[in-house]
Each structure stands twice: as structure tokens, then as C-alpha cells.
């Protein structure tokens, strides 16, 4: 079974200041990871999914990259906005079969953008 | 229309009640999961369903039980609960192939509270 440790649990930070949320896993045999967001109250939204083959994704001021030999995931914000405010999210399936909607999410690190 | 819409956004009911939570996605994925979100753990998968069929019941308590009628519709049936089932329920879906994996799509969620 897949432990899914995300640190820090807790960031304020100032606005536009670069950030960087950290995410680790114990079973490298990973088959891709994910980065969700989520609002309070509210579900979750996909941000990045990398595949187990690259070494980084990119979508506008978020980028996500993937260590599999340490087991780990870096989300970089750059230049944070207060609208970047929430709970950010890692994920890994369970295993390389099929439905790989079936995932272990971390506990996540809960964002606060001041203006 | 959203993505997936969850019905009801909030439930209370008492330990000896009959509810349940309704799902619907507007995506045409073929797979639909239900996902709990409890104050002091990680979000945790439930049960998943790949072309309508139940392919993970992940040590869920019978006083869950799901169905899933056609591939856009998921409900999760409730009876007996007890106070610690009290969280945010989230539906999630996703189109998969094989070992192509499409990201998740979760609802609002509904938040349980069992008094």
C-alpha cells in the first residue's frame, strides 16, 4: 500500500512570492501522479497529471515535476496570486492496472495567499 | 452543467434514517468512483465502477451500498450510519482505456452529518 506524505500541511505567504509544495510516496512503481486543487467546500480539480515517463508538467504559473527513483513530486507556483488560495492535492493510483481513477491522496498543504 | 453534479450539497440525518447521495456526469466517461473526506484522514476511494460494473468495494461497511444503474448515474444508498461516517462524500469520474488514464473529475460533494 502507497503512503502519500505532503509537506508543509500549512503555507501563508505573502502575494507573489514563488512556492514550492512538496509531495513524497514510498512505492516508486508509480504509473503517473497527480496534483488537484480544492477550494473549501468544494471538490477537487485537476491541475497536472505526470506520466510515470516524464520528468515535469507545466500549466501556466504551475509546475509539477516527478522523481521516481526518490519518490517524489515538487508543485512550483510562481508568482502567487490570493486566488491561488486552497488546498493542493498529490495522488497515485494504486496500482498499473486498469481504472486508474483508483487512487492515494496525501493529506494535502493548505495555501494562503495574503494580498 | 457541471462536469458531475452531486445531489445533495448537504444531509442531515439521524443513525436510524434512510438516505441517498446522488451522482450524475455529464462527460460520457465510462468509469464512476465514490470517494470519502473525513476532518483527520486522507481522501480515501470507497467504491469504483468501470462500465457500470463494481470492480473495487474497498472494505466499505455494508451500511454503504452503492449502485450505478447506467454509466452517467451513481448513488450511494445510506442506512444505519453512525456518527463517524459523518464527511464529505465526493464523486468522481473518468474515461479510461486500457492503460490510458484520463484525470479525475470530482463533484461538489455532499456533506454528511449523522446526529
Known amino acids: 500500500k502507497q503512503e502519500v506524505t505532503q509537506i508543509p500541511a500549512a503555507l501563508s505567504v505573502p502575494e507573489g512570492e514563488n512556492l514550492v509544495l512538496n509531495c513524497s510516496f514510498t512505492?516508486?512503481?508509480?504509473?503517473?501522479l497527480q496534483w488537484f486543487r480544492q477550494d473549501p467546500g468544494k471538490g477537487l480539480t485537476s491541475l497536472l497529471l505526470i506520466q510515470s515517463s516524464q520528468r515535469e508538467q507545466t500549466s501556466g504559473r504551475l509546475n509539477a515535476s516527478l522523481d521516481k527513483s526518490s519518490g517524489r513530486s515538487t508543485l512550483y507556483i510562481a508568482a502567487s496570486q490570493p486566488g491561488d488560495s486552497a488546498t493542493y492535492l498529490c495522488?497515485?493510483?494504486?496500482?498499473?492496472?486498469?481504472?486508474?481513477?483508483?487512487?492515494?491522496f496525501g493529506r494535502g498543504t493548505q495555501l494562503t495567499v495574503w494580498p | 452543467e457541471t462536469g458531475v453534479t452531486q445531489t445533495p450539497r448537504h444531509l442531515v440525518m439521524g443513525m436510524t434514517n434512510k438516505k441517498s447521495l446522488k451522482c450524475e456526469q455529464h462527460?460520457?466517461?465510462?468509469?464512476m468512483y465514490w470517494y470519502k473526506q473525513s476532518a483527520k484522514k486522507p481522501l480515501e476511494l470507497m467504491f469504483v465502477?468501470?462500465?457500470?460494473?463494481?470492480?473495487e468495494n474497498n472494505s466499505v461497511p455494508s451500511r454503504f451500498s452503492p449502485e450505478c444503474p447506467n454509466s452517467s448515474h451513481l448513488f450511494l444508498h445510506l442506512h444505519t450510519l453512525q456518527p463517524e461516517d459523518s464527511a464529505l462524500y465526493l464523486c468522481a469520474s473518468s474515461q479510461e482505456r486500457g492503460t490510458v488514464n484520463s484525470p479525475l473529475h470530482f463533484g461538489n460533494g455532499t456533506r454528511l452529518t449523522v446526529t
Open positions: 462527460l460520457g466517461h465510462n468509469a
Open positions: 465502477y468501470n462500465f457500470k460494473e463494481q470492480t
Open positions: 512505492d516508486s512503481a508509480i504509473y503517473n
Open positions: 495522488a497515485v493510483p494504486y496500482d498499473r492496472g486498469s481504472t486508474l481513477g483508483r487512487l492515494y
